[in-house]
Structures are given as C-alpha cells and as structure tokens.
C-alpha cells in the first residue's frame, strides 16, 4: 500500500520561509508524478504545483510562482516544496499527492492523482 506522509509545516511570520517534505512509501516512487495542493478552511482544495515524473519539468499556480519551488529525491522516496517569501494568504493546510499514469505533461487536477497524504498545516502570521 502506498502512503504519504508530510512534514514541515507550522508558524511562520510573513515573508519568512518553510520547506515542506512530503516522504512516499514503495518501490516505484520514481515512476510518480507529485503534486502540491492546499485548503484553507471554507474554500476548495487548490493547485499549487507538480513536478513530473522524471523531474523534467514543474509547474506552478500563478499565486505562488517566483516564491514556490518543487523537487524531489527519488533516492529518499521524497519531493519537497520550498516555500519563501510567504504571506499571511498561504495559509492553509498543505497535501501532497502522487499520479501513478506518467504523462509528459504532469496535472493541476485532483482527480488525477491516486494517492493523498494526510495534511500538514503553514500558518503565515503578519
């Protein structure tokens, strides 16, 4: 069974920095697409990034493009996301997720992906 567990989050003040980890069980981590999301209560999950498969390319949600970064580590079975020059509106509840299909051009939609983790929450403070 394939699991995802996140880690990184917490209390940060604006224009600080956190990096999130987000580590995957198995042995066919390398054949996965990752993804970034978040929720801030009352309102829809939402994209934030992905980098595809073979590491070949990244993309990002116009919120968060220039402070953002994804990568991964298929040596540690784990993709991270930078994040800098945060802002009290990235609140929220931080979800990785992982897309089996290995399509060339990575997706922003939920419904693409098979596996979820758990959650891990970045409070931005002013």
């Known amino acids: 069974q394939v699991q995802l567990v996140e880690s990184g989050g917490g209390l940060v003040q604006a224009g600080g920095s956190l990096r999130l980890s987000c580590a995957v069980s198995g042995r066919t981590f390398s054949s996965y697409a990752m993804g970034w999301f978040r929720q801030a209560p009352g309102k829809e999950r939402e994209f934030v990034g992905y980098?595809?498969?073979?590491?070949?390319?990244?993309r990002y949600a116009n919120s968060v493009k220039g402070r953002f970064t994804i990568s991964r580590d298929n040596a540690k079975n784990t993709v991270y996301l930078q994040m800098n020059s945060l802002k009290p509106e990235d609140t929220a509840a931080y979800y990785c997720?992982?897309?089996?299909?290995?399509?060339?051009?990575?997706?922003?939609?939920?419904?693409?992906?098979?596996?979820w983790g758990q959650g891990t929450q970045v409070t931005v403070s002013s």
């Open positions: 980098i595809t498969w073979n590491g070949g390319s990244t």
């Open positions: 997720a992982a897309d089996r299909s290995r399509r060339s051009s990575g997706s922003i939609h939920t419904n693409e992906y098979d596996y």
